[in-house]
């Protein structure tokens, strides 16, 4: 034993060559002392690799004991910052699912503003048969609630109200109203009425011409201009006064325009209040009352405006055209026979033709009781073909079938200048069955008198 360790420890032999072992006839010292040192080679080897392996081991022990207590640390610090923090999360959590306890937004006040109300109306543009006016609702507040009405009933075919808009400045809105009806419910002399409901002001109304009171497209405001109107059919008709009206239109300011009448006839003319037409011009209107026989001989008026836009004064006259003059026909027929076995509302139909000049005047009566002009539909005059100085004209009155079943009695009464007594008229009921035709000269509207 202390040959084999004195022999590791100093050293082995080298190995002997094939001679030599060959020349050795056994086991002798130097073979025992070779094969020790080799076992000890071998024991080393291992060593080396056991101590590899346990400082391997030992760093990667260290490494995860590093990590883990790192990681203690910073989930040590994580829940020290939540408890911390806790009392404050509460607070706003608390906030959140209390929302009461939050400061109410106050809005910024502003007060309620009444809108202004203007007619859209085109130059009679129809469409399929169908008419469209508009109502301009501009410079209210709040937006909410605002309510468009039109007054058409159930004629209408379409109402579109369009939503609030603010003005690029300011704080008011806009908005627009369209309404769609068949031309033959809006005849072009006719209008229709726009309502408006708001909440800062009782509800605004305004009356929409079915035909605009300014060309296509609209004129500039700048350009005055001056018109005279002659007396209205049914003053000339129904009293014996007919007043003349002098329109000055086309305006930005109405203020400061002025008229003359020549001949006034030792009257007063009334200025009238301004008015805004669809175009967004100005108009003012002077009228003159007067007599039915100074313009029935033929007497010429005449009507002189001034105004700051206008650069000199404006005059225009008018006197009462001489032609030729034909009294109407008035045929008076009862309902279809198809209407009468709906058993709803039947027609009557009041035909007036070959008359001359085109002024005529229709109303209806329900035994004497002359009938609101809302109640029935009258088309304007047209020429008749081939007739260059006849017209015609067509009205109709729907009743219920009941009170024309029960024989109640209804009149077509015409008034134009050419007739006898200057009215005509014919009645018709179930009973009866042919109309009976009779002139007659009546009053049906108050007159101031004597016209001196």
């Known amino acids: 034993m202390a040959l084999s360790t004195i022999a590791i420890h100093s050293g082995c032999p080298p190995v002997q060559g094939r001679e030599g072992q060959e ?25 080396e690799l056991w101590a590899s392996l346990l400082v391997f081991i030992t760093l990667f022990l260290l490494s995860v004991s590093y990590g883990a207590t790192s990681t203690l640390f910073k989930v040590k610090w994580v829940l020290a910052t939540v408890l911390q923090e806790k009392p404050q999360a509460a607070r ?49 507040f709040p937006p909410e609630p605002v309510n468009v009405t039109w007054n058409a009933g159930k004629d209408s075919t379409s109402v579109k109200n369009f939503p609030p808009v603010k003005a690029a400045t300011g704080s008011l809105y806009t908005m627009s109203s369209q309404l769609t009806l068949p031309a033959s419910q809006c005849p072009a002399d006719s209008s229709v009425k726009c309502q408006v409901q708001h909440a800062s002001s009782p509800s605004t109304a305004v009356s929409v011409p079915c035909k605009g009171n300014c060309p296509y497209p609209c004129p500039s405001c700048n350009e005055p201009r001056l018109s005279l109107q002659k007396p209205a059919l049914e003053d000339l008709l129904l ?40 175009c967004g011009c100005y108009s ?34 008018i006197t009462k055209p001489i032609e030729n003059i034909f009294p109407p026909q008035v045929h008076l027929l009862p309902p279809p026979s198809e209407e009468l076995a ?19 005047l229709v109303r209806w009566l329900r035994g004497t009781q002359e009938l609101p002009q809302e109640k029935y539909l009258t088309w304007e005059p047209l020429k008749e073909p081939d007739q260059t100085n006849m017209f015609a ?24 200048e050419a007739l006898p007594l200057s009215f005509t008229q014919k009645t018709i009921d179930r009973l009866a069955g042919k109309p009976t035709h009779v002139n007659v000269s009546v ?5 101031d008198g004597i016209c001196y």
């Open 23 to 47: 020349a050795g006839d056994g086991h002798g010292p130097e073979l025992e002392l070779q094969e020790l040192c080799a076992d000890a080679t071998e024991s080393e080897e291992l060593d």
């Open 284 to 317: 003012v209107s002077s009228v003159l009352p007067g007599c039915s026989d100074p313009w029935n001989r033929g007497d010429t008026f005449s009507c002189t405006a001034t105004h700051p836009e206008s650069k000199s004064p404006i005059t225009v006259s």
């Open 342 to 360: 709906l058993n709803e509302l039947v027609t009557l139909t009041c035909l007036v033709r070959g008359f001359n000049p085109k002024d005529v």
């Open 92 to 140: 706003d959590y608390a906030n959140i699912v209390r929302p009461a306890q939050l400061p109410v937004p106050t809005m910024p006040t502003e007060s309620k503003t009444s809108p202004s109300v203007f007619p859209l109306s085109l130059s009679r543009q129809e469409s399929e048969g169908y008419v469209v006016i508009g109502c301009l609702v501009q410079g209210f």
């Open 393 to 416: 004209v067509t009205s109709m009155l729907r009743v219920t079938a009941e009170d024309w079943k029960q024989g109640e009695k209804f009149s077509c009464m015409v008034g134009h």
């Open 239 to 278: 009293g014996s006064n007919a007043s003349l009206t002098c329109t000055l239109s086309g305006l930005k300011d109405p203020k400061g325009a002025t008229f003359t009448w020549n001949p006034s006839n030792g009257k007063k003319p009334i200025q009238k209040t301004p008015e805004r037409d669809s």
């Open 443 to 447: 009053v049906m509207a108050e007159v």
